[in-house]
Each structure stands twice: as C-alpha cells, then as structure tokens.
C-alpha cells in the first residue's frame, strides 16, 4: 500500500499546478490595478514587466515555504499517514474555493484562504486522532496546533487592513498637495526627487530586504549588503533623482510614470515572494514528507512529521517553474481581468454606473463623514482651507470613455505603498494577505483623492465593505470547508481523494462555462450599449435602432413564453424565462447608465435628439419592468403549485397573447426596416387589442362577483391584463420617440 502515498504527492502537485492558475486568476489585481487603471503604458508593456517581476520574485519566496509546514500546525504531532490528509484536503479546499471567487469576479486572498484552510484541515484530523486515541482528550487539541504563530499570522492580516488603508491615504494626500491634480506643471522641480524617493524605498525593501530569501545569493554578498544598507539607499536615491531629471531635460520623461513600470515589476516581484507559499508550499511540505518517510521505512501511521520543524530549502528550478506557470496564467487568464476591473471601478475618479448598490451603513458612513467635515470646516481658518481645497481640484477635462481611472500619481502611491508593506512582512516571514494590502491602500488613495464624491461614495464604500466581507466568509468558509473534506479523507483515504478532486474537477469546468457565458454577453452588451456611440462614424441611428429592436424581440418572446408557461403550468419553463427576465432588466439598466456619456455625444445635434433619445429608454426600461411584474407572479403562482387557471381564462389568455404577438411582430419589421410610416396603423391595432384587455377584466369582474374565482387567481389574472396594457402602451410611445429621434437626428446631420 506504500504507492498510495506517491499517488497522493502526484496528486498534491496536479492541484498544486491548478491552484496556482486559480490563484494567480485571483491575484493579479494585486500588481497590475494601478497600471491598467493609470493606463501608464501600453497593455503588452505592463504585461511583460509584471510577468519578469513575478519571474524573479518567485526565487525570493523560499523562505516563506515555512509557513505550509511549520507556520500553523505542530508537525511532530503528526504522522505522515495524517499529514499527507491534511496537506490534500488544503489543496482540494482551495481550489475549488478560489476558483469560485474568481468567476464572480470577487477579489479574495490567497493567505487567508491557505491558513484557514490549513487550520481547518489540522483541527479536524487533530480531533479525529485525539478521539480515536485512549490517553488524549479535547484538552490536547492545543498540542497539535501552532497557536501562537497562528495567531500571529491571523492578526498581521486583519491589522493590514487597517494599517494599509490608513498609509494609503496618508501617503495620497500629502503627494497630492504636494503636486495636485495638475501635477504635470510640478514635475520639473518636484518629480524627480519623489520618484527618485519612491524607487529607492522600493529597491530597499523589494530587493535589500528579499535578498535574505534567495536561495542562490552568496553569504558574503549578504553580509556586505546588510553592513552597508544607509550607504546603498542613499546612492540610490541620488542616483535615481538624477537620472530621472536627466530623463525629463531631454525626453520630457513623466517621473511618475517611470515609477508606476517599476512600482508594477517590484509589486509583481513582492507577490511572487510573498504568496508562492500559498499555491505550492504545501505540495513542497507534501514531497518533503513523502522523502523523509520514505528513507525512515517507517509505518506511516506511526512515523511522526518532526522533519517539518527543521528549515528546508525549496529548489530554485521548482520555484522558476511556478513562476513560468503563473506567468502564463497572467497572460491567459480572462477571470484575472474580472477581478481586475472590480478593484479598478472601486477605485476610478470618475462618475458613471456603479457596480455595487448603496447600503444602509454606507449611508450612515456618508452621512457621518459629511457631518465631520462641515465641522472641521468650521474650525480650519478660510484661507487654509481655500489653499487646500485648491490643490484637490480637478481640471475641467472633456469627457472620454478611454480616460485613465487614476492619475500616474496615485497610480504610484499605490504601487510604492502596497511593495514596501508587503516586503516588510514578507522579511520577517509573515504571510501577509497581498490582496488586502493592495486593495486597501487603492481604497485609501482614493478616498484621499476625493474619488468617493457625494454622488459615489455610498456605492464605493458598499463595495469596499462587500469585498472586505468576501475576505472574512472566505476564512469562514475555508476552515469548514477544510475540514470536512479532511474528515472524509481521513475514513475514505483513496476513494475519498478521488470523489473529491473529481468534484474539484467538475466544479472548475461548470465554473469555466459559467464565467465564459457571463463574459461573452457582457461583451456584448458592452459592444451595443457603448462601443459604437464613441467611434464617430455617424452610426447613431443604427445603433439606437438596434437597441430598440433587441428590446421589442426580447419582450415579445419573454411575453409569449411567459403566458405559455403559466397556461400548460411549466415551472421550468418559467424558471428559463424567468433569468431571461433579469437578464433583459440589466441590458436595459446598462444603455440607461450610459445615457450621460451618450448625450454628451449628442451635443453636436439639437437638444430634441437627446431629448427623444432619453425617452427611447425611458421606454425601453419601463417595458423591462412590466415584462417582470408578468414573469414573477406567474413562476410564482405555478412554483407554489396554486390552483390553475380556469379553463376560459387560459384560452383568453392565450388568444391575448397571440395578438400581442402580432402587434410586436409588425412593430420589430417596422423598426428593422426604419420605415416609421406605419406606425399609426401599428399604434391602432395596438388600441384595439387594449380595448379587448378593457373587456378581458369586465369579464373577470363578473367571475368575482359570482364568486367563482377566488383572490389570489384574480389578482393575478387582473396583474397580467394590467401590466399587458402597460406594455402595449410603452409600446406605442417607443417607436413615437424612436421615430422623431430619428427625424431630428437625420435633419441635423442632412
């Protein structure tokens, strides 16, 4: 039975490989949020330097692979049969976990994730051991684990919360009344001594302090480097500022810029060293194990995991390995650009469409903080407070969609402030949480740039609290998670380890087909709600047009299925239509989100343009809502497996919803062909079938008063005539105002 555990070390590294594309998906908020939303180089560019830091960064790491083996639980309490339960659980736990964070786009922390998972996995095969053991009781429990490192490591990462969102803004503000928001003026005396300042502190803790994690570099190199830090800082400092000046003399170099490339490359470097512990330190302490037993011929239930306690280097061709595997994740990875984009739009400058919507303890944050200020401005002289104030003003800049999210400055501080934190953890070997120092210190710069305005800050804090909320149900989730899947493991060894990475499997391909359909019709959306509005070619018609007809399909067949269902009572046809619904609802919520920027693209025309064209999706959306308050009480109605239809009820209904059709059938030819010449027929065939809706409740009153219908069934039959009547007539208004939206639009442009 000894290939078991070789199976099992195989195993380990197979999820050590997936782990590290799930995590890397998940972490690349980390490094690469302030240079995609500064836009401070080319896409490829930043890409490239992300990927050389996450390269080298790899073989500083070897020291953290502690953590994994030592770091949480007492490994000379355990035997290598249990241990390898342990460090399998963890892996299983920790794919799947990440995996799902990431195809919802939720940024989570890969520390949190490994240490509760470790944690998790330790306490249940602890527990399990202790019971099925005749001289231990619960009491020894706190024998196997590493309390006081555990606890430790826990409390580092709840305090860098804090701690990074409190340096960040910090950091933001004095950099931003040192230069303001028209820092390009300031850059000629004051750039090259700030980036000159920002990469020296970086290259000290990034490279001065990571060197001691290699495990390639000479002792005497060390030793040298160590005597002669404050003589290397300050070289470099002057160094740098010079070089910067001379880059701006002669090229008109942005010195910011140039810290934001090397912020990147030294965050994807800190990343690297810090969080390859939580993707391969486990397999590593697996293989360790699997060595030591191996060479002992021990039982491996009764050869205990000691060897863990004493340090191990870990290969640097292994750690390059990883690092290649995340690198091609970094470029591949289409679910590392959704977590992105979230970090990204908590923290851009301007207005638009919010992710998250308002709370009400962001409202009382609001609400508190703008109370605070009125107050401190009663107290702060004038002067000082006008002079400040200055420094914060925006520049009046038109409106475009392709905008950077942040100036270079905060994009820097970003960068700077979140490497040198967690190259300051990753020197004393602590497992600090990069995704909550990067976050943080993004939310702190931004609330330190006035990037929560009145009109955003109940949306951003919402989703600033429903991250941090994600952080803490991962380590919830983790340690339950991890712990029953250790305890399966544990009674089932072989055949539990395979139900649980085919679980592991399928779960990771659902959620790959899950994230890809989101994504395509995001794309899509993205494609007809902004895209063409912004090129300039004139295509406003066409566009609109579209919009229009999309909206008039999708509530015919939303109406017609709608109606079916609840007639032949298909619950599961409802249930289809039903996601459809919402679906429609946010399509329809994304072109009205939009309408400012397109009305700004409108200015070149009459205000009747943008006056037409906000009342097409004044329509469209009063529409949307009229097609759900059909759909939601009729899935309801079969869901809850009411009393049907009667039998006259059902075939009105159905010749209703044939004569609905029709009137859309001809409505969709008419705004497909844009030839608004019919549209009083169409508007009058429409009347009519409202005038048979009048006479369809006439009849359903006369059911009541005989009483042979009872309340629920009415309101629901008067709910669905009603809202058909609502729909009907937002129909009628929709290719009124398309139509004159078209007149003025083409009279301008002729």
Excluded: C
């Excluded at 401070?40 to 994994?68: D, K």
């Amino acid at each position: 039975m000894d290939y078991i555990y070789l199976i099992f070390v195989i195993v380990l590294f197979v999820l050590a490989i997936s782990d590290l594309v799930v995590g890397v998906s998940n972490d690349a908020v980390n490094f690469l949020n302030s240079a995609i939303g500064a836009k401070a180089a080319p896409g490829n560019v930043i890409m490239i330097v992300a990927s050389l830091g996450v390269l080298i960064g790899a073989t500083f790491s070897s020291g953290m692979m502690e953590v994994a083996r030592k770091g949480i639980f007492n490994p000379e309490m355990f035997s290598f049969a249990n241990i390898m339960v342990i460090f399998l659980a963890v892996m299983i736990t920790d794919v799947i976990l990440l995996d799902l964070f990431n195809t919802f786009g939720l940024p989570t922390s890969t520390t949190v994730s490994i240490v509760f998972e470790l944690l998790g996995a330790s306490v249940a095969v602890a527990g399990l051991s202790i019971a099925m053991s005749d001289t231990e009781t619960i009491d020894n429990l706190g024998e196997y684990i590493n309390s006081g490192s555990a606890l430790l490591i826990i409390g580092g990462i709840l305090l860098s919360v804090v701690v990074a969102f409190l340096i960040g803004s910090l950091v933001q503000y004095f950099s931003r009344l040192l230069f303001s928001f028209r820092y390009r003026r300031n850059l000629k005396w004051a750039g090259s001594a700030f980036g000159g300042l920002a990469i020296s502190a970086i290259f000290y803790f990034i490279v001065i302090k990571g060197l001691k994690g290699t495990t390639y570099v000479p002792e005497h190199i060390l030793t040298y480097v160590k005597e002669h830090t404050f003589t290397i800082i300050g070289l470099s400092f002057i160094g740098w500022t010079v070089i910067l000046q001379v880059f701006y003399i002669l090229f008109k170099t942005n010195a910011p810029r140039i810290v934001v490339i090397v912020g990147t490359f030294a965050l994807a470097m800190a990343f690297a060293g810090n969080d390859l512990v939580n993707f391969i330190g486990v397999p590593l302490a697996g293989l360790a194990s699997y060595n030591a037993w191996a060479a002992s011929g021990a039982d491996a239930h009764t050869f205990m995991m000691g060897v863990l306690t004493k340090p191990v280097e870990s290969g640097t061709l292994i750690l390059l390995g990883a690092g290649a595997v995340m690198i091609a994740t970094l470029w591949t990875s289409s679910k590392a650009k959704s977590v992105v984009k979230t970090s990204v739009d908590l923290s851009r400058q301007d207005e638009g469409a919010e992710r998250f919507e308002s709370s009400k303890f962001s409202r009382f944050l609001v609400r508190t903080a703008v109370g605070f200020s009125e107050g401190l401005d009663k107290v702060v002289p004038k002067k000082i407070r006008e002079g400040i104030e200055s420094r914060f003003q925006r520049p009046e800049e038109p409106e475009d969609p392709g905008q950077p999210a942040f100036d270079m400055i905060r994009a820097a501080v970003n960068l700077s402030v979140a490497s040198i934190l967690i190259a300051i953890a990753t020197s004393f070997k602590l497992p600090l949480s990069t995704t909550y120092v990067t976050f943080m210190v993004a939310m702190g710069t931004s609330l330190s740039d006035r990037a929560w305005g009145r009109d955003s800050a109940v949306y951003r804090i919402t989703g600033v609290l429903s991250v941090v909320t994600g952080w803490f149900m991962t380590a919830i989730v983790a340690f339950t998670a991890a712990f029953l899947v250790a305890t399966l493991i544990f009674f089932t060894k072989l055949v539990g380890i395979v139900i649980m990475v085919a679980i592991a499997v399928i779960f990771i391909v659902k959620t790959h087909t899950l994230h890809k359909s989101k994504l395509k019709k995001k794309e899509a959306q993205a494609t007809e709600n902004e895209q063409e509005f912004f090129d300039n070619t004139g295509k406003y018609i066409q566009r609109s047009n579209n919009s229009v007809k999309t909206s008039l399909l999708k509530t015919s067949k939303i109406y017609f299925v709608a109606i079916n269902g609840l007639v032949t009572e298909d619950r599961k046809k409802l249930k289809t239509i039903r996601n459809e619904v919402i679906d429609f609802n946010n399509h329809v919520k994304d072109l009205k989100d939009n309408l400012y920027r397109v009305l700004q693209k409108l200015n070149k025309f009459t205000p009747e343009t943008g006056h037409y064209y906000v009342q097409v999706l004044d329509y469209m959306r009063e529409m949307a809502h009229s097609i759900n308050f059909v759909v939601e009480p009729a899935y309801e109605h079969i869901a809850n497996k009411h009393k049907s239809l009667k039998k006259d009820q059902q075939n009105d209904l159905s010749e209703l919803s044939g004569k609905v059709s029709d009137v859309f059938n001809k409505t969709i030819h008419l705004v497909k062909e844009m030839n608004y010449e019919d549209t009083k027929s169409i508007i009058s065939e429409s009347e009519q079938v409202i005038n048979d809706i009048h006479e369809l409740r006439r009849i359903q009153i006369k059911r009541i008063k005989k009483g042979e219908v009872n309340t629920r069934n009415s309101m629901l039959y008067l709910g669905i005539l009603q809202e058909s009547k609502n729909i009907l007539l937002f129909l009628n208004n929709l290719i009124k105002a398309q139509r004159d939206f078209i007149i003025y639009t083409e009279k301008q442009r002729d």
